[in-house]
């Protein structure tokens, strides 16, 4: 699963969310991510064709408002711009591309994105320099395309979303990059603490931060884009790290998701989370919270032990 959720600009608790579509588009990438939870996907598992994006587009309109799609990256698809324009034409009111945002550093794919239909993009920015961006994603020049492509979509009027992947390398420099998200006019940031599957899990030692380590760095992002007005959400962080920052979890605004993954649909992603991504140990037994926290992903306690998890003793606020 992708550590991502792909929020869009929405208020409304997941109850009172319309159903969205989250499609996975195929595997390949430009970059290559230190922390990628697809891992080697996209050596094993083809593209999805254009008729089978274009059926599951029409399949799932019956049930979706809204659309995400994602990868792998989407935005190098050949045909991503006809798919845009497919969703739009089946009536989809959110259409979002998540990507690693560089090919939005060129004008003419953002202007014909905008004319199929884009409803809001959600680039993936990692470090506030080139140094640091570059040398997780391991692609040189992708923090410059990324940052040209937030401002073209904001020139080009499309709501900027943006995710972090929150590892070991990148957790001192979370304040300077909220500082560029509000520099960058984006109107949404994401601090997605890393999921330690895929190659993240491979990598687990130098990349899985400690909670305790990166929470003052985390709260502090999320103060400052709070400040500028900007909404920002922190996901895969339980509540027991959080106090005072119960704003902020994601997982309290995430729509109800289907994920058409590779080779196998989650019908409901917020079900897969509690159930299956997530877990509980026994501090969560004692917690005021354990009703409504999803835990951490199961792969971090797994490594770590529970030694972290404080057990909350007071009421957690209404959603």
């Not at 990256?73 to 990507?99: C, F, P």
């Not at 992708?142 to 070991?168: D, E, L, M, S, Y």
């Not at 909404?231 to 005072?244: T, V």
Request: hydrophobic share 40%; aromatic share 8%; with cysteine.
């Amino acid at each position: 699963m992708s550590s991502n959720p792909h929020l869009p600009v929405l208020d409304e608790a997941p109850s009172a969310s319309p159903q969205r579509l989250d499609l996975k588009v195929g595997f390949a990438c430009n970059n290559r991510c230190v922390f990628c939870v697809q891992g080697d996907k996209r050596d094993q598992i083809p593209p999805r064709s254009t008729a089978e994006c274009r059926a599951l587009l029409e399949e799932h309109r019956a049930t979706s408002s809204g659309v995400v799609f994602t990868g792998g990256e989407a935005s190098i698809r050949n045909d991503i711009v006809d798919l845009v324009a497919h969703a739009h034409g089946l009536g989809y009111e959110v259409i979002q591309l998540q990507t690693n945002g560089r090919r939005m550093a060129y004008v003419p794919f953002v202007e014909a994105l905008v004319a199929a239909g884009l409803t809001e993009v959600s680039p993936a920015l990692h470090g506030s320099t080139a140094a640091m961006h570059d040398a997780l994603t391991r692609a040189p020049g992708a923090w410059a395309q990324c940052v040209r492509g937030i401002q073209n979509a904001r020139r080009h009027g499309i709501p900027v979303i943006t995710n972090t992947v929150v590892v070991q390398r990148n957790v001192t420099d979370l304040p300077a990059l909220a500082e560029l998200f509000v520099r960058l006019d984006v109107q949404q940031v994401q601090f997605a603490y890393v999921h330690p599957s895929g190659t993240a899990g491979e990598l687990f030692d130098e990349v899985v931060p400690r909670f305790t380590d990166a929470m003052p760095h985390v709260r502090r992002a999320l103060d400052i884009v709070s400040r500028a007005g900007i909404r920002g959400y922190a996901e895969a962080i339980p509540f027991c790290f959080m106090q005072g920052y119960e704003d902020f979890v994601v997982e309290r605004h995430i729509p109800r998701t289907c994920v058409v993954d590779a080779p196998m649909v989650i019908a409901d992603y917020t079900a897969y989370r509690w159930t299956e991504g997530k877990a509980k140990g026994p501090p969560c037994a004692q917690c005021s919270h354990v009703q409504v926290c999803e835990g951490p992903w199961h792969e971090y306690p797994n490594k770590y032990g529970w030694s972290e998890f404080v057990p909350r003793t007071d009421p957690p606020a209404p959603a």
